[in-house]
């Protein structure tokens, strides 16, 4: 069992022999906890966005920068984390990245080169649904990188990371872990639901056969990159609701920010009509089918 509150190491070496994960699943429930309401849930998740638009102001007032990694299995809660976290608040502190496969020129650079752009700068908090740890994943599972790539990935990413929060940067890393059996419900709700088929790749597919690869690869990734700079943060993400409003409150307590005094608005008087009249003019309304 992976233990959330220490990390595992502050010097990653990942020639040292590492223990074996006790179970499959590192957080896996031996008892079914009660489900949350729906309206226990968005009233819990009203007053968590309300804290993260009072976040999104003192980033904005103090010039912080934070920049949140999700990581996870495919059909994990990444998305559905991500727009809990950001639907509140403005796409112009609050920016995602998601990046698509790596282009031919991409391929030829320096492996972190394409995420460095899109660290954050002063007031800007930015999230990244996937990130440099690609390489030890997907890349690795699937074979788009060699062993000795990862292997020197794991390594050096420790490192940079510390260089990271040494620039200014809060930096704070999700794992989000589900179980086989609410996976397989998920990537299925895929397949039969039109709203969401198009969440299910080729590769996602591909990927679902390697599950203990990717357990392989987890551990390891986790092994040797949970350090008292950068920790991971493991987050039992089976019930979606419970996950989001449980990620959206640790990354509250994980920044130090401060509510921003603000002025009480007031909506000034409108205008007088005077001399203006309505165009008498024949507008293309949409057809009214609702």
Not at 51 to 72: N, P, R, T
Not at 110 to 128: D, K, N, S, T
Not at 172 to 196: F, S, T
Not at 230 to 239: E, H, K, L, R, T
Request: hydrophobic fraction near 30%; charge should be positive.
């Amino acid at each position: 069992m992976i233990d959330k509150q220490q990390p595992l190491t502050d010097a990653p070496n990942i020639n040292q022999p590492q223990p074996q994960p006790q179970n499959d699943n590192p957080i896996d429930k031996k008892h079914k906890q009660k489900k949350l309401t729906k309206k226990k849930y968005y009233k819990e998740l009203e007053k968590l966005q309300g804290e993260m638009v009072a976040l999104q102001e003192w980033v904005k007032e103090s010039g912080q920068k934070v920049c949140i990694i999700f990581e996870g299995r495919d059909g994990a809660g990444k998305g559905g984390a991500i727009k809990a976290l950001t639907e509140r608040v403005s796409p112009r502190i609050f920016q995602v990245v998601a990046l698509p496969a790596p282009s031919e020129r991409q391929k030829s650079q320096m492996y972190m080169q394409r995420y460095i752009p899109h660290l954050p700068a002063a007031g800007e908090v930015v999230i990244f649904d996937r990130s440099w740890y690609n390489r030890a994943g997907v890349e690795r599972v699937m074979g788009f990188c060699t062993e000795q790539e990862s292997k020197e990935f794991l390594e050096i990413i420790p490192f940079m990371e510390k260089a990271i929060i040494n620039s200014g940067i809060i930096l704070l890393k999700y794992w989000l872990e589900v179980n086989m059996k609410e996976q397989e419900k998920r990537m299925l709700g895929r397949i039969n639901d039109p709203r969401k088929i198009w969440k299910l790749s080729p590769m996602d597919i591909k990927s679902y056969s390697r599950w203990y690869d990717y357990s392989r690869a987890r551990d390891e990734m986790i092994m040797t990159t949970d350090t008292s700079w950068a920790p991971w943060y493991i987050v039992d993400s089976n019930d979606k609701k419970k996950a989001r409003l449980n990620i959206i409150e640790h990354v509250l307590s994980e920044i130090p920010y401060k509510k921003t005094p603000r002025k009480k608005v007031e909506l000034p008087k409108r205008q007088d009509k005077g001399d203006y009249q309505e165009l008498n003019y024949p507008y293309r309304y949409i057809p009214e089918k609702y």
